[in-house]
């Protein structure tokens, strides 16, 4: 199975909490980036096409990713790599403040199609780049299995109407579509999240998960529904934890073609969202977007103490 993801690269600036004494770091950053760096980490075979700057930031970025052995297209070149200041309160949970831009052309998809193709966050829903994250998708979804995660930013998404539509356009193209509860909340205020998922399933997707925190996740298809708690971990921060989530299910999922997915038994999904669960309990329990590698991800799921 070969993974292709579609998206933007960010560098992460997290500021320390208000009254201590450590200094701001500079992380690698970026949910679709995030995504392909951890199923690296997992030993899949993942390229990743995104835009990186001849900056500082840019070689950070590259040197990361390349060092976890992901495949970095880059199709264009932005005047400056996107970043954006994370703040932490003192849970470690973050908010963010960005600087980017999303220009990729259509040009840049390659010609070859992989096993899966993985979209989401800044650059499924930011014009004019999106076009050609939704061109990727609908070009290669006849040959290979589509994800998707909003990875919803605020900031970034403008009138709240026509950012639902784009956010929902994506959900029809992929098979597999992960949320988080603040994600849902954004997008359709004062819903429940199991009544958003069970109806974005009859817009396409096989599968819908949803991330809650520290309440676990559950899981929803067209025969079963399951819920996992989350297991017990002092949390650093929370940088990157639905990213390693989302590496995890796709990772665990790549043997399944759309078929596949959709006979997904109930005891199989209770596996999968705890695997998940344990991959994100790895990341937060240590600072920025640093998912598990397989070794430490089967030990995480081994510990009788831990997920």
């Given at each position: ?56 930031h840019g070689h950070l970025i590259g040197a990361h990713l390349r060092g976890a052995g992901v495949r970095v297209e ?175 299910v796709l990772d665990a999922t790549a043997a399944r073609d ?50």
């Open positions: 199975m070969s993974f292709l993801v579609i998206g933007e690269c960010v560098a992460d600036v997290v500021r320390a909490p208000a009254g201590s004494s450590a200094a701001d770091r500079v992380h690698p950053g970026g949910s679709p980036a995030n995504v392909a760096y951890g199923l690296a980490r997992l030993g899949r075979d993942v390229t990743l096409l995104t835009q990186l700057a001849d900056d500082p880059v199709g264009g070149l932005p005047e400056r790599t996107p970043s954006a200041v994370v703040g932490l309160d003192a849970e470690g949970r973050a908010a963010y403040a960005f600087d980017i831009a999303w220009t990729l052309e259509a040009g840049a998809l390659p010609s070859e199609a992989p096993g899966h193709v993985h979209i989401g966050s800044i650059a499924a829903v930011t014009d004019p780049g999106a076009a050609a994250v939704l061109a990727g998708a609908e070009r290669f979804r006849d040959r290979a299995t589509v994800s998707y995660d909003p990875n919803v930013r605020p900031e970034l998404m403008g009138e709240h109407g026509p950012a639902v539509a784009r956010v929902e356009g994506c959900v029809a193209l992929a098979d597999l579509v992960k949320a988080s509860d603040e994600d849902l909340a954004w997008l359709y205020p004062g819903e429940a999240p199991e009544a958003v998922a069970a109806r974005w399933l009859d817009l396409g997707p096989t599968v819908v998960l949803v991330t809650r925190g520290a309440a676990g996740s559950f899981a929803v298809t067209r025969h079963h529904t399951v819920a996992a708690g989350a297991p017990p971990v002092d949390v650093v921060d929370t940088v990157g934890a639905g990213d390693s989530f989302m590496s995890a759309r078929a596949a997915l959709g006979a997904l038994s109930a005891g199989e999904l209770a596996g999968l969202l705890a695997r998940a669960g344990a991959a994100a309990s790895v990341t937060v329990s240590r600072a920025g977007a640093q998912p598990p590698d397989r070794a430490e991800l089967d030990a995480a799921r081994a510990d009788p103490a831990g997920p």
